[in-house]
DNA sequence: GTCGATGCAAAGCATTTGCACAGAA
DNA sequence: TTCTGTGCAAATGCTTTGCATCGAC
């Protein structure tokens, strides 16, 4: 799901394949959400979805979302925030994120030798890994030459 | 914090120090998350120290929590399913979580490795680590024969 | 006697659900 | 026409807070 279009294949043929309905709100949030790029709260979501169709609620985002979620299109992620985030779904191989506590930016990462250890660990102990998530906190080390730092609330995406 | 008498230790010269008052109940409560051993919910915490001192509500065990973290007697966790536990703080060292989706189980872990290349992560972001969370979701290999799998529920506690 | 701690109930958040109506198929 | 989706409000689950009273110092 690099792109709204096959994101928008995708969620169809699931709708198609459980007799489930296209509408302008399911349409509507998907492409906000995927021109948010990653990381969009419910509260972003629906801002900008209320743009566009002023009388949408919480209830119909949280159901799309999840719809989503179960159509493969998209991932939820749960910080520290207690906010749920949420982020379209790039194929199986996945990422983990790397917060940082100054500008409140968001990175992905991906590393071999970690997943490769998390393997062993599991291993260890007679279980195989299923999923995990993994979350680093961080201090910028540029202070106030953060080229972040003032805008703050921005959110990185793609690698 | 090693043990009780460590812990209550600590917490009572956090209590001098910012004036605050010895009470039975934070007494007891500090005994009960001891003896449960680590992973312990809100709810776990509410029922054990109730078994002692019966009229204790949700209020007491959620600020107390809070204060034996201030204090450094506690670590907050907080899993996927929505429930804030806790467990004894064991110095400035930390682990991470690995926890079995068939039993239950929470083991933990720490790999010298993995936290080696999550510094070089954030280095390559001009970050410095602060904290993080790491934890893996896994299902057992051992199938019908694993040990645990019966009772279900169980909380490995420390390595 | 002070001032912090407790217990209860009410309030807060994020999220979910029940229900009547709207709108795809 | 049928049956799913929507929007609203009410309900839920976890956590926090206000307030009168209790109890440690």
Do not use: N, W
């Amino acid at each position: 799901m690099h792109s709204v279009a096959e994101a928008q294949g995708r969620l169809a043929v699931h709708m198609r394949q459980h007799g489930l309905k296209h509408t302008k709100q399911r349409d509507e949030l998907l492409e906000v959400f995927y021109a948010l790029g990653g990381h969009a709260s419910i509260d972003e979501l629906l801002a900008h979805v209320q743009a566009k169709l002023p009388g949408v609620g919480y209830a119909t985002v949280y159901r799309s979302m999840k719809l989503f979620v179960e159509a493969g299109v998209a991932d939820e992620r749960k910080f520290q925030d207690g906010q749920t985030r949420y982020e379209p779904h790039m194929g199986d191989d996945h990422h983990d994120h790397l917060i940082c506590l100054d500008c409140t930016k968001i990175f992905e990462f991906e590393d071999p030798v970690i997943e490769a250890r998390q393997a062993e660990v599991c291993a260890a102990h007679h279980l195989r890994p299923e999923h995990h998530r993994h979350e680093i906190y961080a201090r910028c080390t540029r202070g106030e030459a953060c080229p972040e730092r003032a805008s703050a609330q921005g959110v990185e995406s793609r690698r």
